[in-house]
């Protein structure tokens, strides 16, 4: 049995990782940590898992963990990461770290979005966990940084297209739409019900620090520098999101010769599915599970594409993604633990 | 392998029902029947079971359901179930029905709350399909009336004060709030989101046709004959269930000490989880489970207990019970392809 | 024009207050305060206001109110209004209090259920502000205490039959549901989109402070002392509050019978409308207005009545009555500024 | 006072005309007509009007509806309305139709999109009914076509830079999100809360029939034939649309020098709102008014800019942008009855 430490067990990523992982047959939580509720068990924090999870909250002591787990799952926010990646590195444990500290190649990058980076040193080695894109990679890797949620839909919805060269890369337009959960469980008042209810609106409009990230992976599909313009907007569901994106084609092929290309790019990739022309994803049919469904329409009016990629924020988008790079690192089957059908109404 | 048939795949407890065997080690759904969708794939209905699902839906012909299937779920509506019943048995297959004809003892009852009932030799030896209550009857049976989902949270929320004797069996009130999956995938107006968004309503009023059975139930409980009054109220989200009831002590309990009246009388119910004192159960941390959650608070100023019952009501309020009483009839675990933890948020 | 000052502008039913006087023919709003927001324009704070509402929010300094302002509307918690109301009253402003600081008679029940009391004094004058059952108090009043939401549904859902003696006072469950805003503006993990969302839960179970307050005007209508059993819950909307009341009847009354009652006691109500036999009052109905809809249905199984009392918590439940009670304070028409009709859907 | 006729009161646009027109001060709703509740008082079918609205809806008899109204308002679906516009504009009658039948000017176009056309020679004389666009032309009118919701946010988003040039014409990409209750009050599945609930998806991808409506009327304010790329998503709320809008700059203007133009454009134009630079709008902010919140970005990084126009879709978008066509008509004050402030929250 691998043995699984989850840093930061209390916030909606976290949570996902207790439920997602004690349901998968080959690992164990050994440890599972929070400032906020150390000593609480679980379950007092998160009904949900009465019946299910015993184990109780610890406060982040790296000795601790090192001491107890093979792997080490970061949920927490991005500058607290960069500094527990290291010890746990040096101990020899293999690290999947959710937030976006290493997730960048180029730190003047990193550092122009966020903030200084204190360990990029380890930027270079980090894998960039999108297992449909990188699986050779991670499966090498000690350190993964996992994806975006925005990124995760947006790189798997293009890829195909950048790998043959069938779009105009300057064209690109990216509009997300969100549920609340991206935001985390904080006490913060745009996240409160009444703010979000019944309400669509941008934010960060063409400013998202998801941009870079997208990019730099968009540039490395297409071997060319690749700029977007990038609108995220926040819809009152919890879980789920859905990105639309618009390109120029460069030919003249039709939905069936996309739709074609795709289902051939990802013959081998278990959670990513094409819908049949003329269908299109629902945030609501991936929910709880790890799926990414992607559908696509040629605008023969305008002569671009429009594709549609949806996941479960939470899961495809955070911590199913990130046990999914754990069954590679582990020499698992990639889907292990992870088949769980969408939860559908 | 149990083989198992799904007559009407495509309402959803149908669905619910083929989320769950999927995943249930021990079965094979060998027959999912739709008239309206008949001759398509399944997960074209369902897009959520893409990757997942790979049947095809067929005509309701009892033929191919006896060729094909060792149990039989009916997803029917009440009064179609009856008519089907009666072949299923005939052909000794162990048949679960999900609707209500088979739930009430008493057939003057059953028609004046529906309609006349042209099975009603089976009533019988219909085990009322509560494992909670009745775990030994149905595993000897042949057919299980599956409960419905408001009498599944009331009688398990009543269950232990009855059997001890503990409230005035005449006071008793029921105020139940449902999502709105409980009214099936139907297209009429009460049902359309703008209908239901954004409000709190009760219906049928005094009027429900649960009340019979959950009094046969608590009557059965309790040795005496008992009259409740039942309010269902609809309320906006897709699933879950709360009944908040209400009854006159007849003695000087705490709180406390009827919580642990309730921690013995479920100490073997897996599914049963009773709350701390102090805390109360919430729809969203049994979402996709088959758990019922029951918290208890005695009111001294008035004499009064309020015990709070919670459920999925597409679990196990329907389709998560039916294959607890599968597993029972069977003779597998009672837990066997149960164990999924709630998806929360 | 009657002057207007709203101290604590920007919670919700702050807002409230200025979308109503905003719209009143009688009323100018000279002063908004929020110590948070000071110096910014309302209309940054709430965009809904934009084109509409043309003020700046001010720290509450008490000379500046008393210059500017007839009539104080306080919307801040309870213990900061009973520092403000004595102020306001000496300088021969009316005031109308929101919070719970002058609801209750009794000092000793307030410092039972809240904290100790520092304006006592002003208890036996303030007038309790329900319109339907004070009106003529309420008219002579310098103080008026504007009911809790819960109240109001209840108080006038059982006024009808506590006058005429109808029901056995020791029987009365009063079940409510109510919507998010009822949380108040304030960034609580418990107020998250995430953490109501798809849910229902009970709150402060046979425990919330609107307890006293409903037994003190209940007793009151009766003539005898009443105690109630009283379970809140929380439902997933923004706006909306639904009390499902049940009692014992003493007699042998219809549902026709009693919905006669209500009507004539209700006849100069212009905001209570009571519901056709066979009818139910739905939140969604009255989304921003001053009504109360009343239904009802005798349970004659049981003997019991179930009184249906749906309002919008914050017009009807704060700042729509507050205005009704300052129309009567000043001699104005009772519908004044009040007459919008529900926003549906 | 103008008396007007409402066809087709029943659905939601018709329940808003009725809810606006009923607080009108220089209207009198006499004809309300519906086939399916003919005969039934108003408030029977919506209970939000009880106490308010006081009118029995009739079968759709031309006849009566010439006798009774100067002007009639047409809330049905199109291919129907084609049907009635000849009847009541030759009867002297103005009328304003709300469906799509008079709105595009070449009937070939029509005939294309939707079927074919029984009364196109009334589609010359039709003024477009977007005041802030077509004021002259909606004031000499005997026959106002109103916009689609779409087109309305789209239309006014993109004004100001067609008029002055300053963006590629053929780089128009639109991405529109709506509440449900723009299907309508129809009892289809697609519309029923558990299948809109927690989801977001696109549909009509590329293929929507408001895509010629926008063309036409951005032709005409560029005076170059558009073709644009449209995709309009449904998002889980009540009312409320966004259209989030990208174009390529020709220039180098800023998102301050742009919002300037904005302002400037629309200076005479009482519910358009342009935000301030960083704010972007929430349909959460115009909820039951009659406003469009317009925001602004610069992508800098890409050359494009991005326009966020919000309305809601019930109001500005149907029903409020109709009673704002017939003020213009009758020479009315044009805010006369549309003054509300959004409901927020």
Not at 153 to 164: E, R
Not at 215 to 230: D, K, P, R, W, Y
Request: proline share 6%.
């Amino acid at each position: 049995m691998i043995r699984a430490a989850i840093i930061g067990a209390t916030g909606y990523t976290g949570l996902e990782l207790v439920r997602i992982l004690s349901a998968h047959p080959g690992v164990t939580i050994t440890v599972a940590t929070s400032r906020q509720y150390e000593g609480r068990p679980l379950h007092k924090v998160f009904p949900s898992l009465s019946g299910s999870v015993d184990i109780v909250c610890q406060s982040p002591s790296p000795e601790r963990v090192i001491g107890a787990a093979d792997v080490v799952f970061l949920a927490v926010p991005h500058q607290t990461a960069m500094t527990q990646v290291p010890v746990f590195l040096q101990a020899d444990k293999k690290v999947i770290d959710l937030s976006a500290d290493f997730r960048l190649k180029d730190v003047r990058v990193y550092e122009k979005w966020y903030q200084p980076h204190s360990a990029s040193e380890y930027l270079a080695e980090a894998a960039y966990g999108l297992p449909e894109i990188h699986a050779a990679a991670i499966r090498k890797a000690r350190l993964v940084a996992n994806p975006g949620c925005y990124p995760t839909t947006v790189i798997l919805g293009l890829a195909p297209l950048l790998k043959k060269g069938l779009i105009d890369n300057k064209s690109i337009v990216v509009d997300s739409k969100t549920g609340v959960s991206g935001a985390g469980r904080s006490a913060v008042l745009s996240s409160l019900f009444c703010e979000v209810h019944e309400d669509v609106k941008a934010y960060k409009v063409a400013a998202h620090r998801h941009t870079p990230e997208m990019e730099q992976e968009l540039s490395l599909l297409s071997g060319e520098e690749i700029a977007i313009t990038f609108t995220p907007h926040l819809v009152p569901m919890g879980r789920g999101m859905l990105s639309t994106i618009y390109a120029d084609l460069k030919g003249q092929q039709t939905t069936g010769d996309l739709i074609s290309e795709y289902e051939e790019f990802y013959n081998q990739a278990p959670f990513v599915k094409i819908c049949a022309e003329g269908a299109y994803p629902q945030t609501a049919h991936v929910k709880g599970s790890n799926y990414c469904f992607i559908g696509l329409k040629v605008d023969e009016r305008t002569g671009r594409v429009i594709i549609l990629s949806a996941i479960d924020n939470l899961v495809k988008g955070a911590s199913g993604q990130a046990v999914q790079n754990m069954n590679l690192m582990f020499g698992l089957e990639e889907t292990t633990g992870l088949k769980g059908i969408p939860l559908f109404p």
